[in-house]
């Protein structure tokens, strides 16, 4: 067994699995984003920089270290939020694909708690394939310019 190949590397350590995010301190981070909705959703410009941005992230995550469950670093709250957008996206779309299937079957799921609050923050627009957009609110109608 050759070991050469780690002569001055440090030992690999396993990181430690945080707690479970239990339905507070999920209903608390979707209470506050909603709060600092402009500054987390918004596009960066000389207002709102990325600075801004951080520290909005920094005083939600010490907001739900607060409650008292587990010690949240603002990382971690943003990837919170950041999956719990996804699955919302995921339900919104499943919802979506069963309502229009046709021929029997058991009824349509219905949308949880958490999906219709995360797309009433961000907007169902966030959530439309881009097909259904309307580029540039030109109609649907899409003007090829000849120079």
Known sequence: MDMSSNVGK???TKQERGSNWNSEEKKKLLELVALNRRVILGKFSNDLTGEDKSKAWQDIAEQVV?????????EQVRKKWADLLSDA?????????SIKATGGGPPSPKMSDTCNEVISIV?????????NITPLGLGGTICLLDF
């Open 66 to 74: 607060a409650l008292g469950y587990s010690n949240r670093s603002k």
């Open 10 to 12: 440090a030992p690999k």
């Open 89 to 97: 996206k995921k339900e919104y779309s499943r919802v979506n694909s």
């Open 123 to 131: 907007g169902e627009e966030a959530f439309l394939p881009i097909s």
